[in-house]
């Protein structure tokens, strides 16, 4: 945990935030506002340490979200993972923020994830990985991983396949459509628009589940991770892995981003 600063209840590690408030409620901020939080390998490593944090802390609810009010997160970091040319390389990527969505899936405790803003490609995945996603009015969010010519590649779409339907896991993804958040309700994957000033919002819609003791939120949670096949659910990470990683390493994803990163606004 390098660059680590501290001030009462607050742990600003460089690109994550850890917020511990009073009510039981550890904030886990990733802090990329210029470019829409989009992650790379120091998120990831901060992410994981910020888990740990949290994990050990004396919270009830784990809450992930993103700086600003643009976007919750814009997935891999483009800029960075560009030179990311063959399978193995995209593949050593991908595992690693692979282990960070299943460590939040089967986190003991209960999981959010506070969409401030938009979130797109491996957003989305990182989304899901969380039990209850709440979002701002302005929120949209969009599977678009199609449009680079590459599939969920941190084990998003397994996940997906677990919290909603499966034929809108699957329009979501095949499709690679950018979603408005009274759609996102229709298709499940958001439980509540949060309007109003964000953070209290989120808050409010906690209330509920703050009123419970740590016990019974934990005993529900195990209840959760209960119903989950693990042993599947991890393989077919993997598996989603491997696939996504093939199609990484083609000229079609790499001309994708290549406009991306090039594009003239
Ligand atoms: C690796 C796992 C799978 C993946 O995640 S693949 C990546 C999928 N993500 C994307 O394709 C997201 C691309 N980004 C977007 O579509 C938009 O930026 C987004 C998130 C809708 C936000 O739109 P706006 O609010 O209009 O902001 P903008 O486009 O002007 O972006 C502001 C600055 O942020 C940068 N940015 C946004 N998303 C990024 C990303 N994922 N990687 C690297 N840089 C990214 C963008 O280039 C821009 O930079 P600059 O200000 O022009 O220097």
């Known amino acids: 945990m390098s660059n680590l600063t501290k001030k009462e209840g607050v742990i600003s590690m460089g690109v994550v935030v850890v917020e511990q408030e009073k009510n039981g409620v550890t904030w886990i901020r990733i802090n990329r506002e210029k470019i829409r939080n989009a992650i790379n390998l120091d998120v990831m490593d901060e992410l994981n340490d910020a888990l740990h944090i949290a994990e050990k802390d004396e919270s009830r609810i784990v809450v992930l979200t993103g700086a600003g009010d643009q976007a919750f997160c814009s997935g891999g970091d483009l800029s960075v993972f560009q030179s990311l040319k063959t399978s193995e390389e995209a593949y050593k990527m991908l595992m690693k923020m692979g282990a960070v969505l299943e460590k939040i899936l089967f986190f003991p405790k209960v999981t959010v994830a506070a969409l401030n803003g938009t979130a797109v490609g491996g957003g989305c995945e990182l989304s899901v990985a969380c039990d209850f996603r709440v979002a701002a009015p302005h929120v949209k969010m969009g599977f678009v991983q199609g449009k680079l010519g590459i599939t969920t590649g941190w084990g998003g779409g397994t996940i997906l396949l677990q919290r909603i339907s499966q034929a809108h896991a699957m329009e979501m993804m095949l499709s690679a459509k950018i979603y408005p958040a009274n759609s996102l309700i229709n298709l499940g994957i958001i439980q509540e628009i ?50 996504c990683s093939l199609l990484w390493a083609t000229d079609e994803h790499h001309e994708a981003v290549n406009r991306f990163l090039t594009r003239s606004k």
């Open 194 to 243: 949060i309007s109003g000033p964000f953070q209290e919002g989120v808050l409010n819609w906690l209330k509920p589940y703050l009123n419970q003791n740590a016990g019974v939120l934990q005993a529900y949670k195990a209840r959760l991770l209960d119903s989950f096949d693990q042993l599947t659910i991890q393989n077919n990470i993997k598996r989603e892995i491997e696939e």
